[in-house]
């Protein structure tokens, strides 16, 4: 009988060091979606969007920081700074909302040089990069993101001309 409890026991403690001992996978991005316009005040345009990433572990993470910056044709026009922890699911793919707001006269000689071209084009290049900062086991992982689209310029220009 004390055999048996000690095979059992063995078995028991084996089967729980396994389990304990996953290793960590690094969560991915995936992509942006749902870029657009949300507010246009004071000299201001206010742009939000969802971040798509996945997180392939068995186990929750949690996300630290959020640190991007927002493109226009290539020209830097906004931060995308968040903090506060924001628990993940396991196994899944995840969405964080990002906004920025952009300084409308950071844009506005760009736009005025470039008149012409806005008149034939449908679109503007939109540009995300940065990282954000994940927690994982008491790991700490950066998770790149870049992602360009071409966003309709009427949405853009709607509160700005």
Do not use: W
Not at 96 to 113: E, F, R
């Amino acid at each position: 009988m004390k055999l048996f409890n000690l095979v059992i026991f063995s078995m028991l403690f084996s089967l729980c060091l396994l389990s304990g001992c996953q290793s960590v996978e690094k969560p991915t991005f995936k992509r942006i979606e749902n870029i657009k316009v949300v507010e246009v005040k004071d000299g201001f345009t206010t742009i939000s969007a969802n971040a798509i990433f996945n997180n392939p572990n068995s186990f929750g993470v949690t996300i630290s920081k959020t640190d991007m910056k927002l493109f226009i044709e290539g020209k830097e026009v906004g931060d995308i700074v968040q903090s506060g922890e924001r628990k993940i699911p396991a196994a899944g793919d995840f969405t964080i909302p990002v906004t920025s707001k952009i300084n409308v006269n950071s844009i506005s000689d760009q736009l005025a040089a470039n008149a012409l071209k806005l008149l034939t084009k449908k679109g503007l290049m939109v540009e995300y990069k940065g990282k954000v900062y994940i927690k994982a086991m008491e790991m700490d992982f950066g998770i790149p993101v870049s992602h360009q689209e071409e966003m309709d310029v009427s949405k853009l220009l709607n509160g700005i001309l």
